[in-house]
């Protein structure tokens, strides 16, 4: 079949949490021309673990196309998705939760459905937020009509969720784009050993070695590396 030069086909790469399903499924599908690689399924039983399941998977698959994580996207999990290589996310998260009357906002999750809520009718639903909701509607008045299960509630709920997760999106696109070297060093070491970034410590820069960086307590430098 043809494909439309504005679209691109990505195969996606399995294997649950677990760490030889999952290298060989990237090996099989990075070795056919896909435009990019989608990765899901289970990743692990915490956040921990599902930065170290992504990172080895990225390592593993071509480096000169995208990768996208599928179905994984709360607001905690953006940082460590960037940091494991992925270059793009999808997770219904925002309009999931807010059609239930839980919205995300930079003090965390509000829950409209508690009888508490609808007491809040001179306060916005976060001061920080510049979403259409936030700027022309109460927190009481959102929680009244999520509680009385109008369709209403759930559309400007969705608004700034939506929004919110957008405002989170641009925050770390720009600080990828202001990243500094150390950041760049972390990166590299995590995908050249195949570890999790967040064990890995990159301490300082001296003479005659260019970095050197500690992971489980063990100071390291760039022969440790592999060629």
Known sequence: TKKSKEQALYGIVQGGAHKDLRLESARLIGALPFDGFGIGGEFGYDKKSMG?????????????KPRHVL????????EVIAKAGGDTFDCIAPTHYARRGVLFTSKGRLDLRSPKMVKFIDR?????????????????????????????????????????????????????????TTDILTLIIGAALRVNVSDIHVEA???????????????????????
């Open 124 to 180: 916005p639903i976060d001061k920080t937020c510049k979403c259409p909701t936030c700027t022309t509607y109460s927190l009481g008045y959102v929680a009244h009509l999520i509680r009385a299960h109008e369709l209403t509630g759930m559309m400007l709920a969705t608004t700034h969720n939506v929004y919110y997760f957008n405002v989170l999106a641009a925050e770390l696109r720009k600080r990828i784009k202001d990243v500094n």
């Open 205 to 227: 820069e001296e003479e005659n070695v260019k970095f050197r960086f500690r992971i489980d307590g063990l100071l390291r430098d760039a022969a440790d590396l592999p060629k």
């Open 71 to 78: 179905g994984v996207g709360h607001p905690e999990d953006f």
């Open 52 to 64: 170290t399941m992504l990172g080895l998977t990225h390592a593993a698959l071509p480096e000169d």
